[in-house]
């Protein structure tokens, strides 16, 4: 039996969110240690990459990598974009989605992934080169440096059981070319019929279209029949984030399979200092509810009603053409014997 474990420490991220320097460490079992080497353009003494760069200039992130094992090891560095998963929390796993409102991401301005080759107790020292446009960016561009090792490792707990273990860790990169902080603004693209986390739901697409960080939000969905206040389905998240210029899809949830209809989706996104209000009436047709529950591995076989519909009407058409039949037999006989 095979099983994958994804360890992903945050070595910095959390100085976002709670301004709050957290040093460079390994995941537990890692094996390895990242450490930043932070410049002088730094913005604050957070433990990650927050630098404030100039238009049309270059400059090198480093990062130090560190071997804790008595064996070689292979790690993968990969610049990487922020976005916001569908539970509302920012993330900085690989990942190859680009927002329409995104100038530019980090990774294309820090260029391809480097993959070294860490004898046992090493030091190596990654380098990447950051380049800023000739007419800079406005917010910011946030994004990170993610490292992982892969490696099998028999445990022996159990007959026939290996255990595939994915360590990553991650550094976050915060660019600006200036303090000031941009507006944050959300907008709603689209509202359908789907499924998330193994559920059938009523997908709301909020984007981002700013180059800001923001959140801490309180959302509340609420999916009514047209015309009618009653509600059908309902939800609500609280400390939901949103990263610069992304797009998420945030599910309300049903217990049952979806049903044909006609249905308003009303969201109020509210922060400590913002508030969001949208309606959007949307449609679920019997073939989309149907696709839903067949992406679940739901049975969606029908009992065939149009068939007993036709039958019963075959069957009162013949009796009427039998009766009809028998009941001129009968007039031409009793003609027949006047």
């Known amino acids: 039996m095979k099983r994958r474990h994804l360890i992903i420490a945050l070595l910095a991220f959390l100085g976002i969110l709670f301004s709050v320097p957290h040093p460079a460490q390994a995941a537990d079992g890692a094996g390895f240690t990242v450490a930043p080497a932070l410049p002088t353009n730094q913005m604050s003494d957070a433990s990650y990459f927050d630098l404030l760069v100039k238009p049309d200039s270059t400059q ?47 990774n294309d301005l820090l260029g391809n992934k480097q993959t070294v080759k860490l004898k046992a107790g090493e030091t190596l020292t990654v380098d990447f080169t950051l380049t800023i446009p000739k007419e800079g960016f406005k917010g910011q561009i946030l994004g990170g440096l993610y490292v992982t090792d892969e490696k099998h ?47 059938a739901a009523v997908i709301a697409n909020l984007q981002n279209p700013t180059p800001r960080l923001f959140g801490q939000a309180e959302v509340v969905s609420t999916i009514t029949r047209s015309g009618s206040e009653e509600v059908v389905l309902e939800r609500t998240v609280k400390n939901f984030d949103f990263a610069p210029n992304t797009n998420v899809d945030f599910a309300t949830y049903s217990k049952e399979p979806l049903k044909p209809g006609k249905y308003v989706q009303d969201l109020l996104i509210t922060t400590e200092n913002d508030e969001w209000h949208f309606r959007k009436t949307f449609t679920i047709s019997q073939a989309k509810a149907d696709k839903v529950e067949k992406e679940l591995g739901h049975d969606v076989s029908r009992f065939p009603w149009w068939i007993v519909v036709v039958s019963v009407i075959a069957a009162l058409l013949l009796g009427g053409l039998i009766w009809f039949l028998l009941w001129r037999r009968k007039k031409r006989q009793e003609n027949d014997a006047a």
């Open 153 to 199: 490792v028999d445990k022996g707990s159990g007959k026939g059981m290996t255990i595939n273990n994915k360590y990553a860790m991650v550094v976050a990169v915060n660019l600006q070319t200036s303090k000031k902080k941009v507006d944050p603004d959300l907008k709603l693209n689209e509202v359908y019929p789907g499924a998330q986390t193994n559920k």
């Open 60 to 106: 090198h992130l480093r990062l130090a990598l560190t071997n804790l094992t008595d064996k070689e090891k292979t790690l993968t560095v990969t610049p990487t974009n922020a976005f916001t998963q569908t539970n509302g929390v920012v993330s900085y796993a690989p990942n190859s989605a680009k927002d329409e409102s995104a100038e530019y991401q980090l």
